[in-house]
């Protein structure tokens, strides 16, 4: 499931193509890849100022060429759509977050090692799961963010974001599937993107 | 006469010239050339607050160059874009070349604006506190509850309602991808990094225009040898390419229009002489024109200058008809030349300046200063001819037979008689032929037609527009109210009908100072509105608390709040730390009142937006159209007025030669012009207020050609031989001005811009008929000896 990685990378980072290494491309051949991927989420945001964290769950869809619907379902109901060219909240039309339409190229290509260029990567892989850690190359996003743990088997079952300021976002993913086709609601969701 | 001598009057031309020409060299240098469109107004409808906001409006459009490198992904583009960044430096065209976003500029706004987060509420947050403030914390949630929220997260901690997340975001409506700092744009199959660039200043001169081509030249070439690709737009290029393709047109139609001209005068004499003498005629006119006009009007504008210059045209007449006189009579001597064709001369002299009287009267300034312009021209042209010519033609006298006045002759002897003969079939065909064009003819009086930008050059900029829609449109509202207050209330009423038109898909995008910066009075309102709905009502401690925020943090922020009642930004602190688009919105307060600007983006609703013009304090400005109906309004009273001219002539004939002579003088201009409308309802051109200046002008030389026919037939107790001769010599000078004419301003019809064409056009068809008619006026039909039309 390395396309729909890369998709939620999309959502903090800016990626670029890179070149190729030996782990990178072992775990890359260890995911399922499919155009359709869809499961459960659960986050964790864990805010230094607030005493307790923020954690809300809902359900993902990542479908190739259209971008993916993020539904959260409790504790509140909101959806959020994205793709290449858009970003739409509860709130309207958003910013898309950078080099997005690049990045979503290169998930159609299932690449992992794309990341190289923002990132300086170490990983492990073992026997039944594999961990990687980006560190931020751009001056910029050293700023923001400390590290990012990638932690999965043969799909990406979790996320872990460590902000410089304390701040950490975790992201589990449970209950993946490959479905052969959008269901009609998700036909519909995506169509609010491409007006 | 006696003192009528050569070197006298010579003399007295040039004491008339020297005085002229010291006046000018006093006047010229100040900058004496008006540009702008509204100083074409009649003086009740010039408003100078307007005047000025198209100003500032302009100042900012005609500085700006946008160029977006492009490339198959966004890392290349910026790449290409910083090496184009320092290609741009390196010119110093530029006051600012801004590629990354300023960030510092944009921290330091962010840090003098937080304090006042109370205060600063954006209108979006203002209507959902005004109707349910719980929404309010509900989006909060969503944004914190988000994978995308870790910006706004990391604000919670000095500002949990995240209100200053909302009114900073809401300043920039455009959502743009950002990238390593800078606007990354995306196509279907390609990315662009955006560089802004202002030039260093408005008043575009053109030399720097040529470096500004040559650069864009340039950085294509070595962005394309890269591979990559440039796109570059903004309304110096336009002006740039437009005055480059202007030179272009008027050197390659002046270059043509001379050479004939040249070789048409030079086969005729065989001398240099009246080429030159004729030059000097128009040259005269033109200088004591242009220096009169700035002495009686300060200022005279660029559409009097070249409507103006067309109009002394006419005086190459006055000088032709001199000089070929020399081939009607043996021992021509200029003073003699001169008494025969003085009478002649000064009728086509008075009809003309009769022509442009009614041009005086009219209240539009432009039509007044092309009236005076024109009338100062012939007459100095006039004085010339009159007072020089005798001097510099002193032993002018060709003894050859050019073969141009044998054709004229034949022509002018036998053509009458076949049009005569014909006249069963030809005046009804004639009639048809009027009619049947008037018909079809429509004016057109779109001032978008002046211009006619390179396809190219559109096409770049169509596409920029709909990459980056953000470049501001020509039209624009101006608001404005006795004081802050009340031309707060008044902008903020046409901002919440501006909202609805944005939700009606009528505009995209609108920008006006109001929806950023509330007065005094909104920002205690905007204050008061969160104390009701989430502070005292305990919304937002409930929120606070739920959210897991500690006491301390929550007692912090009823402090912070509770310290910032009296906190309030005055309108120069706000705009100290807006951009420059922004400050340009804002056009200042006098004692009497204030006044801004709200600039459009993506109008697709016209009618919709100037209808809001209605607004208390609300003026609609849209220059393309106000320009059309300009010109529209001059096109009506330039036809009122050359009826009324030719009315005019008509009358002073008849009282001088009798109402019938008068009516067949006046008759060539008449048929020319209609012929000329009519050709142009026929081909479909163009008609405007244009037009009507090449009509006068065919009026003017439509009336010499009559004219001189005229007189040449009733010169008295000539002898019918001399007569002949004074015919032929008339014809070939009715000839030579005709083609010289043609020649100068009937070239132009070949421009490929439309109003040139236009006016080449009309001068073309108008000429060529009077051409074509005049030899009718006092023919005699030999054997009847009676005077036909």
Same mark, same amino acid.
């Given at each position: 499931?390395?396309?729909?990685?890369?998709?939620?990378?999309?959502?903090?980072?800016?990626?670029?193509?890179?070149?190729?290494?030996?782990?990178?491309?072992?775990?890359?051949?260890?995911?399922?890849?499919?155009?359709?991927?869809?499961?459960?989420?659960?986050?964790?945001?864990?805010?230094?100022?607030?005493?307790?964290?923020?954690? *809300?769950?809902?359900?993902?869809?990542?479908?190739?060429?259209?971008?993916?619907?993020?539904?959260?379902?409790?504790?509140?109901? *909101?959806?959020?759509?994205?793709?290449?060219?858009?970003?739409?909240?509860?709130?309207?039309?958003?910013?898309?977050?950078?080099?997005?339409?690049?990045?979503?190229?290169?998930?159609?290509?299932?690449?992992?090692?794309?990341?190289?260029?923002?990132?300086?990567?170490?990983?492990?892989?073992?026997?039944?799961?594999?961990?990687?850690?980006?560190?931020?190359?751009?001056?910029?996003?050293?700023?923001?963010?400390?590290?990012?743990?990638?932690?999965?088997?043969?799909?990406?079952?979790?996320?872990?974001?460590?902000?410089? =300021?304390?701040?950490?976002?975790?992201?589990?993913?449970?209950?993946?599937?490959? @479905? #052969?086709?959008?269901?009609?609601?998700?036909?519909?969701?995506?169509?609010?993107?491409?007006? | 006469?006696?003192?009528?001598?050569?070197?006298?009057?010579?003399?007295?031309?040039?004491?008339?010239?020297?005085?002229?020409?010291?006046?000018?060299?006093?006047?010229?240098?100040? #900058?004496?050339?008006?540009?702008?469109?509204?100083?074409?107004? @009649?003086?009740?409808?010039?408003?100078?607050?307007?005047?000025?906001?198209?100003?500032?409006?302009?100042?900012?459009?005609?500085?700006?160059?946008?160029?977006?490198?492009?490339?198959?992904?966004?890392?290349?583009?910026?790449?290409?874009?910083?090496?184009?960044?320092?290609?741009?430096?390196?010119?110093?065209?530029?006051?600012?070349?801004?590629?990354?976003?300023?960030?510092?500029?944009?921290?330091?706004?962010?840090?003098?604006?937080?304090?006042?987060?109370?205060?600063?509420?954006?209108?979006?947050?203002?209507?959902?506190?005004?109707?349910?403030?719980?929404?309010?914390?509900?989006? =909060?949630?969503?944004?914190?509850?988000?994978?995308?929220?870790?910006?706004?997260?990391?604000?919670?901690?000095?500002?949990?309602?995240?209100?200053?997340?909302?009114?900073?975001?809401?300043?920039?409506?455009?959502?743009?991808?950002?990238?390593?700092?800078?606007?990354?744009?995306?196509?279907?199959?390609?990315?662009?990094?955006?560089?802004?660039?202002?030039?260093?200043?408005?008043?575009?001169?053109?030399?720097?225009?040529?470096?500004?081509?040559? $650069?864009?030249?340039?950085?294509?070439?070595? %962005?394309?040898?890269?591979?990559?690709?440039?796109?570059?737009? +903004?309304?110096?290029?336009?002006?740039?390419?437009?005055?480059?393709?202007?030179?272009?047109?008027?050197?390659?139609?002046?270059?043509?229009?001379?050479?004939?001209?040249?070789?048409?005068?030079?086969?005729?004499?065989?001398?240099?002489?009246?080429?030159?003498?004729?030059?000097?005629?128009?040259?005269?006119?033109?200088?004591?024109?242009?220096?009169?006009?700035?002495?009686?009007?300060?200022?005279?504008?660029?559409?009097?200058?070249?409507?103006?210059?067309?109009?002394?045209?006419?005086?190459?007449?006055?000088?032709?008809?001199?000089?070929?006189?020399?081939?009607?009579?043996?021992?021509?001597? @200029?003073?003699? +030349?001169?008494?025969?064709?003085?009478?002649?001369?000064?009728?086509?002299?008075?009809?003309?300046?009769?022509?442009?009287?009614?041009?005086?009267?009219?209240?539009?300034?432009?039509?007044?200063?092309?009236?005076?312009?024109?009338?100062?021209?012939?007459?100095?042209?006039?004085?010339?001819?009159?007072?020089?010519?005798?001097?510099?033609?002193?032993?002018?006298?060709?003894?050859?037979?050019?073969?141009?006045?044998?054709?004229?002759?034949?022509?002018?002897?036998?053509?009458?008689?076949?049009?005569?003969?014909?006249?069963?079939?030809?005046?009804?065909?004639?009639?048809?032929?009027?009619?049947?064009?008037?018909?079809?003819?429509?004016?057109?009086?779109?001032?978008? $037609?002046?211009?006619?930008?390179? *396809?190219?050059?559109?096409?770049?900029?169509?596409?920029?527009?709909?990459?980056?829609?953000?470049?501001?449109?020509?039209?624009?509202?101006?608001?404005?109210?006795?004081?802050?207050?009340?031309?707060?209330?008044?902008?903020?009423?046409?901002?919440?009908?501006?909202?609805?038109?944005?939700?009606?898909?009528?505009?995209?995008?609108?920008?006006?100072?109001?929806?950023?910066?509330?007065?005094?009075?909104?920002?205690?309102?905007?204050?008061?509105?969160?104390?009701?709905?989430?502070?005292?009502?305990?919304?937002?401690?409930?929120?606070?608390?739920?959210?897991?925020? *500690?006491?301390?943090?929550?007692?912090?922020?009823?402090?912070?709040?509770?310290?910032?009642?009296?906190?309030?930004?005055?309108?120069?602190?706000?705009?100290?730390?807006?951009?420059?688009?922004?400050?340009?919105?804002?056009? +200042?307060?006098?004692?009497?009142?204030?006044?801004?600007? %709200?600039?459009?983006?993506?109008?697709?609703?016209?009618?919709?937006?100037?209808?809001?013009? =209605?607004?208390?304090?609300?003026?609609?400005?849209?220059?393309?159209?106000?320009?059309?109906?300009?010109?529209?309004?001059?096109?009506?009273?330039?036809?009122?007025? $050359?009826?009324?001219?030719?009315?005019?002539?008509?009358?002073?004939?008849?009282?001088?030669?009798?109402?019938?002579?008068?009516?067949?003088?006046?008759?060539?201009?008449?048929?020319?012009?209609?012929?000329?409308?009519?050709?142009?309802?026929?081909?479909?051109? $163009?008609?405007?207020?244009?037009?009507?200046?090449?009509?006068?002008?065919?009026?003017?030389?439509?009336?010499?050609?009559?004219?001189?026919?005229?007189?040449?037939?009733?010169?008295?107790?000539?002898?019918?031989?001399?007569?002949?001769?004074?015919?032929?010599?008339?014809?070939?000078?009715?000839?030579?001005?005709?083609?010289?004419?043609?020649?100068?301003? +009937?070239?132009?019809?070949?421009? @490929?811009?439309?109003?040139?064409?236009?006016?080449?056009?009309?001068?073309?068809?108008?000429?060529?008929?009077?051409?074509?008619?005049?030899?009718?006026?006092?023919?005699?039909?030999?054997?009847?000896?009676?005077?036909?039309?």
């Amino acid at each position: 499931m390395p396309t729909f990685l890369k998709a939620l990378l999309l959502f903090v980072l800016s990626l670029d193509q890179g070149y190729a290494d030996e782990v990178l491309a072992k775990i890359t051949a260890r995911l399922v890849k499919t155009p359709l991927a869809e499961g459960r989420f659960q986050q964790e945001k864990r805010l230094k100022i607030l005493r307790k964290p923020l954690i *809300s769950t809902g359900t993902f869809t990542y479908h190739q060429s259209k971008g993916v619907i993020w539904k959260t379902l409790t504790p509140m109901p *909101s959806l959020l759509l994205v793709n290449e060219a858009h970003l739409v909240t509860g709130q309207g039309e958003q910013a898309v977050p950078p080099a997005f339409g690049n990045v979503f190229k290169a998930l159609l290509g299932g690449e992992l090692n794309r990341l190289t260029e923002s990132f300086d990567i170490t990983g492990k892989e073992q026997k039944s799961s594999w961990q990687l850690q980006l560190t931020p190359k751009d001056e910029l996003l050293k700023k923001v963010i400390s590290t990012i743990l990638l932690t999965g088997d043969t799909e990406l079952r979790q996320l872990e974001l460590q902000e410089v =300021n304390g701040n950490l976002t975790r992201i589990g993913f449970t209950q993946i599937t490959h @479905p #052969d086709h959008l269901s009609s609601e998700q036909q519909s969701d995506f169509e609010r993107l491409s007006p | 006469m006696n003192v009528y001598h050569p070197k006298v009057t010579a003399g007295l031309w040039l004491a008339i010239i020297l005085a002229i020409a010291a006046l000018g060299s006093q006047l010229l240098t100040k #900058d004496w050339l008006e540009t702008g469109f509204l100083a074409l107004l @009649p003086a009740s409808e010039q408003q100078p607050e307007i005047a000025k906001a198209i100003q500032q409006h302009n100042e900012l459009l005609n500085r700006k160059v946008i160029w977006l490198t492009g490339a198959a992904n966004s890392k290349t583009a910026i790449a290409k874009a910083r090496q184009l960044k320092q290609q741009l430096e390196k010119s110093r065209l530029f006051s600012s070349i801004l590629l990354e976003l300023p960030q510092q500029k944009m921290a330091k706004q962010y840090q003098q604006l937080f304090p006042y987060r109370y205060q600063l509420l954006d209108a979006q947050t203002k209507r959902t506190l005004a109707s349910h403030p719980k929404d309010l914390l509900t989006q =909060n949630l969503e944004t914190l509850y988000s994978p995308m929220g870790q910006i706004m997260a990391a604000d919670l901690e000095h500002d949990p309602l995240l209100l200053f997340s909302r009114y900073f975001n809401a300043q920039n409506p455009i959502k743009l991808a950002v990238e390593q700092g800078v606007v990354v744009l995306r196509d279907t199959n390609k990315f662009w990094a955006l560089l802004l660039t202002d030039l260093e200043d408005s008043h575009l001169q053109l030399d720097k225009l040529e470096t500004l081509l040559t $650069l864009v030249d340039m950085a294509n070439t070595q %962005v394309q040898e890269t591979g990559g690709e440039l796109m570059v737009t +903004g309304m110096p290029l336009f002006t740039a390419r437009g005055s480059d393709s202007a030179k272009q047109e008027i050197s390659t139609v002046g270059v043509g229009s001379s050479v004939g001209i040249i070789i048409l005068l030079l086969l005729t004499f065989r001398s240099l002489r009246p080429l030159l003498l004729s030059s000097l005629a128009i040259a005269s006119g033109l200088f004591a024109a242009l220096v009169v006009s700035v002495v009686v009007f300060g200022k005279i504008h660029i559409i009097t200058l070249v409507f103006g210059a067309s109009l002394i045209g006419v005086a190459d007449d006055y000088a032709i008809h001199f000089v070929c006189d020399s081939f009607g009579a043996k021992n021509w001597k @200029p003073r003699e +030349g001169l008494r025969y064709i003085f009478p002649g001369l000064l009728i086509g002299l008075l009809t003309n300046l009769l022509s442009y009287v009614g041009l005086v009267f009219s209240p539009f300034p432009g039509l007044q200063e092309v009236a005076l312009f024109s009338a100062i021209g012939l007459l100095v042209a006039w004085l010339t001819v009159v007072l020089l010519f005798p001097l510099l033609l002193t032993g002018f006298k060709p003894d050859h037979k050019p073969v141009i006045l044998k054709v004229a002759n034949y022509w002018q002897q036998h053509w009458p008689i076949w049009l005569l003969k014909n006249r069963r079939w030809l005046i009804p065909l004639l009639v048809i032929f009027i009619v049947g064009g008037l018909w079809q003819l429509s004016p057109r009086d779109d001032v978008r $037609l002046l211009q006619s930008a390179p *396809s190219d050059l559109m096409k770049t900029a169509d596409k920029i527009k709909q990459l980056l829609p953000m470049s501001q449109e020509n039209q624009f509202f101006l608001v404005s109210g006795r004081d802050l207050n009340d031309w707060h209330q008044n902008e903020q009423r046409l901002l919440e009908q501006l909202k609805l038109l944005t939700q009606q898909h009528k505009l995209t995008l609108y920008q006006g100072l109001s929806d950023y910066w509330p007065d005094q009075r909104s920002q205690q309102m905007n204050y008061q509105l969160l104390d009701k709905t989430l502070y005292q009502s305990g919304l937002l401690k409930r929120y606070m608390t739920e959210l897991g925020f *500690s006491n301390t943090a929550i007692n912090s922020e009823l402090k912070q709040f509770a310290d910032a009642k009296t906190k309030s930004i005055a309108l120069p602190d706000w705009l100290a730390t807006a951009d420059e688009t922004k400050q340009h919105l804002w056009l +200042g307060c006098d004692p009497n009142r204030c006044l801004s600007m %709200v600039s459009l983006t993506g109008i697709t609703g016209l009618s919709a937006l100037s209808s809001l013009q =209605n607004l208390q304090g609300v003026a609609w400005v849209d220059q393309v159209e106000q320009l059309s109906s300009l010109f529209a309004r001059y096109r009506v009273k330039v036809s009122t007025l $050359l009826t009324g001219a030719y009315l005019l002539v008509f009358v002073g004939f008849g009282l001088r030669f009798g109402w019938r002579n008068a009516l067949a003088i006046i008759s060539i201009p008449i048929i020319a012009t209609l012929v000329s409308l009519a050709m142009m309802g026929w081909f479909n051109q $163009l008609f405007s207020l244009f037009n009507l200046f090449a009509l006068l002008l065919v009026l003017g030389i439509g009336i010499d050609d009559a004219v001189f026919f005229f007189m040449a037939d009733n010169s008295g107790k000539s002898a019918a031989a001399n007569d002949e001769n004074k015919r032929a010599s008339i014809s070939l000078a009715v000839t030579l001005s005709a083609l010289t004419t043609l020649l100068a301003f +009937g070239l132009l019809a070949v421009s @490929p811009t439309e109003i040139v064409h236009a006016f080449g056009f009309t001068v073309a068809a108008g000429i060529f008929t009077a051409l074509v008619c005049s030899p009718l006026v006092g023919h005699r039909d030999k054997q009847h000896d009676n005077r036909h039309l």
